[in-house]
């Protein structure tokens, strides 16, 4: 296929005005400028686009009613696979899903699918009708409620979309969440201005609509185990519990103050409200120099948020080159923008501090070898090419593991070494009546592939209660 073109640029916040707030970086297509992107769309018949998507969204399909019925026909094809559009259109990696196979991209610019996903939603949500839900969404067309209870535990995209399609199919449904609030990585680790809070509270109003029961503060593994859950009546249950535990570096002097985990450090900032500052007092010290070592979107957020919360120099330290960077295109574009510093091909191999609190920051230059296991090139330090630069704060975005606090607590769940949850074909794990997916079960991966694992596991339980004798 030949090489993606680069998207038009979207009405945004100018850099020099969005690094001093927290508000909403892309404006997102108005009326005139949605007409004019759906208008692009050519219908093709194989629509490879839809495979390109993990939820399979009917792509054509939503595109031709947004242009000829409207947003509320739109948002209702839509949403017939994704039960979190607003969500999706602001933070997929589009340009290495749908739109990386519009056949449009191979001589043009694809459809921008995303952005229009995102008109569609955020049409809705303005409109208000989500909150009343159509007769499609609603009893009408929900199965006869079965009498069958279902748990899921993890409020993030995953738990989600197994709870709502798993309600839509008549279950009853409740999410047990270990945070005071729901959402996952949605609320407390993508910045408000990637993806606004109220946005995320307006998607989930939408799946308590559904009839799907929230239970926030409660630990699966601590405050109840898995074995109580079945003990409780409920007769299947869905694991979607993310990937929250920071990976960290491992060299010297990673224990000093001012050394954080992006999650720490992103999750201060979100949940404890630092991005409402000056109303909210959040002790997140920064200092002026903020060195964020990795390339994916978790560095980026972690860079974009310490420059708005008001460090002068920023730096992302990756040991790859700018090919190599696993963050969305447009998040790397906007970083920027910013001012965000890039020292590709570097790596930390030491900090050294004062008083407890780290200073500085030790690097060698890397360059890149033969191709390893993951299909990347291989990065190899330059011997002798160490140095040495000042630094206030250092954010590791190194990657997350499963946090081990349920798999260790609940017996013959098999897991991989490194704590993933071992499923077969249909997200079903090795104890009887268990299901999983998301980033507890693949590691840190994306918020549609978290949903695409949601989606399938909800199948297969339906399935599983269906065919289960006299429950
Ligand atoms: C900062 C950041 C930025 C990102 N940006 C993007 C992006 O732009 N695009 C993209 O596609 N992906 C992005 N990702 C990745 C994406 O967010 C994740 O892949 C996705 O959220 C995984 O969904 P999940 O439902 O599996 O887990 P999570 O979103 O992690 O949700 C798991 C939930 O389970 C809860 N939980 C955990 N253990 C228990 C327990 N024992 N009992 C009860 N509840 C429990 C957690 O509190 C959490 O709410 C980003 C990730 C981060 C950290
Ligand atoms: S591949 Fe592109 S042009 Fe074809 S139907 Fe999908 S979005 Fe439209």
Not at 153 to 171: C, E, H, K, N
Not at 376 to 382: A, E, G, N, S
Not at 419 to 440: H, L, M, N, W
Not at 441 to 462: D, F, H, L, P, R
Request: with cysteine.
């Amino acid at each position: 296929m030949a090489l993606q073109k680069k998207k038009t640029p979207m009405r945004s916040q100018r850099p020099a005005e969005r690094i001093n707030n927290f508000s909403e970086v892309p404006y997102g297509y108005n009326q005139e400028e949605a007409l004019r992107e759906a208008e692009r769309c050519l219908h093709c018949a194989k629509s490879p686009c839809i495979t390109g998507c993990p939820v399979s969204v009917p792509i054509p399909q939503f595109i031709k009613a947004l242009k000829e019925e409207g947003v509320a026909k739109a948002n209702q094809i839509l949403k017939s696979k994704n039960n979190l559009p607003a969500i999706c259109g602001r933070v997929c990696p589009q340009e290495s899903q749908c739109e990386k196979v519009c056949i449009l991209g191979v001589k043009h610019e694809p459809v921008a699918i995303g952005r229009l996903e995102r008109y569609v939603a955020d049409q809705m949500l303005e409109q208000d009708e989500q909150a009343t839900i159509t007769m499609q969404d609603s009893g009408k067309e929900r199965a006869a409620l079965s009498g069958k209870r279902v748990a899921v535990v993890g409020s993030g995209p995953a738990g989600l979309t197994a709870a709502a399609d798993l309600a839509r199919a008549g279950f009853a449904v409740t999410i047990f969440e270990a945070l005071h609030d729901t959402g996952g990585v949605l609320r407390y680790g993508i910045p408000e201005f990637r993806l606004p809070k109220k946005i995320l509270d307006q998607e989930v109003d939408y799946i308590k609509q559904l009839g799907v029961e929230i239970c926030v503060n409660a630990v699966i593994g601590r405050s109840i185990t898995v074995d109580e859950l079945f003990e409780q009546g409920y007769q299947a249950i869905f694991i979607g519990a993310g990937a929250g535990l920071p990976r960290f570096m491992n060299i010297p002097g990673e224990d000093l103050n001012g050394v954080y985990s992006a999650n720490e450090f992103l999750t201060r900032v979100n949940l404890m409200k630092a991005y409402k500052f000056p109303q909210y007092k959040t002790p997140v010290k920064i200092g002026q120099t903020v060195v964020v070592v990795g390339a994916g979107n978790v560095a980026m957020d972690a860079a974009r948020t310490a420059k708005r919360l008001g460090a002068e120099k920023v730096v992302i330290v990756y040991r790859r080159s700018e090919q190599e960077m696993p963050a969305r295109d447009e998040e790397i574009e906007h970083a920027r923008e910013e001012g965000i510093i890039f020292k590709l091909l570097n790596n930390p191999v030491a900090l050294f501090g004062s008083d407890g609190r780290v200073t500085k920051m030790e690097c060698i230059r890397m360059e890149l070898g033969q191709e390893d296991d993951s299909g990347r090139r291989r990065p190899i330090p330059v011997e002798g090419s160490n140095w040495v630069m000042e630094v206030d704060t250092v954010i590791v975005a190194i990657g997350q593991s499963p946090n081990p606090l349920l798999t260790q607590n609940t017996a013959r769940l098999a897991t991989h070494s490194w704590g993933g949850i071992i499923v077969d074909q249909k997200q079903a794990t090795s104890r009887e009546g268990v299901f999983a997916g998301g980033d507890i079960v693949t590691g840190a991966a994306t918020v549609i592939e978290a949903m695409g694992a949601g989606k399938k596991a909800a199948e297969s339980i339906k399935e599983y209660l269906e065919n289960k004798q006299g429950g």
